[in-house]
């Protein structure tokens, strides 16, 4: 049998070997996201440009959406969406519900998902990836569990396991656990099958078979601990 000696060294090997293939997974996944980040800008150039005029000419300026969004570790960004809503307000200042804000436009956007399209913009910059949990909202941090937090283990996402796995039609608990689930099984592999089926239900959605509206109808979340209780529907934690 080996001695303490040798079962130390073992062990040391063990864990260095797992660090090493860690960070090269991660080096691996940063250049896929750098390079399927930037062909995408390319690819959809020309689509965004018609898409940022037409919002131009139905919502006016700004066309990008700007929200501040916890990133790896909590850190905060600004992410990138094309606007989908107006800003028209009820008699005391409040904004109108989503569904009375978002145009027919913006309907289209959601529904195919180009609406997302700037935050290819994200990626390049380093602050998102295309697979991983989707950033949600800052004032969202004090109110995981510990648990759920572990969500910003790793990078954000454009699409991710809980965006694949029912998207907005989950309740909060399923969806932050599946978030989880993906940081605890991370891998490019994974990463690839999340791809294909994001791409299989934006095909889907495109002809009609999804829920178009999910988005506009999420509920604020409010914690585990106690419970979601009614609030203003935000219509911006997809």
Do not use: C
């Amino acid at each position: 049998m080996p001695n303490a000696g040798t079962t130390r060294f073992l062990d040391a090997g063990r864990r260095h070997g797992a660090r090493w293939a860690h960070a090269r997974g991660a080096v691996a996944k940063r250049a896929i996201d750098l390079v399927g980040a930037s062909v995408g800008l390319l690819v959809f150039a020309v689509p965004m440009v018609v898409v940022a005029l037409l919002v131009r000419t139905t919502l006016g300026s700004p066309v990008i959406y700007r929200q501040p969004r916890p990133g790896l570790r909590g850190r905060t960004f600004e992410i990138f969406k094309f606007r989908t809503m107006h800003e028209t307000t009820d008699a005391t200042g409040e904004l109108l519900p989503n569904r009375l804000r978002v145009t027919p436009l913006g309907q289209f956007l959601r529904r195919s998902s180009l609406d997302e399209l700037p935050e290819l913009m994200n990626v390049v910059r380093g602050e998102m990836s295309l697979v991983g949990p989707r950033p949600l909202r800052v004032e969202y941090l004090d109110r995981y569990t510990p648990e759920q937090a572990r969500r910003h283990d790793v990078m954000p996402g454009i699409t991710g396991w809980a965006q694949v796995n029912g998207r907005n039609a989950l309740d909060w608990n399923q969806r932050l656990a599946l978030d989880v689930w993906y940081v605890d099984h991370a891998s490019l592999w994974l990463d690839m099958k999340i791809l294909a089926r994001t791409v299989l239900a934006l095909i889907r959605r495109s002809n009609g078979s999804d829920d178009a509206d999910a988005g506009l109808d999420v509920p604020e979340f409010w914690g585990t601990v106690g419970r979601e209780r009614d609030a203003p529907l935000t219509g911006v934690d997809r």
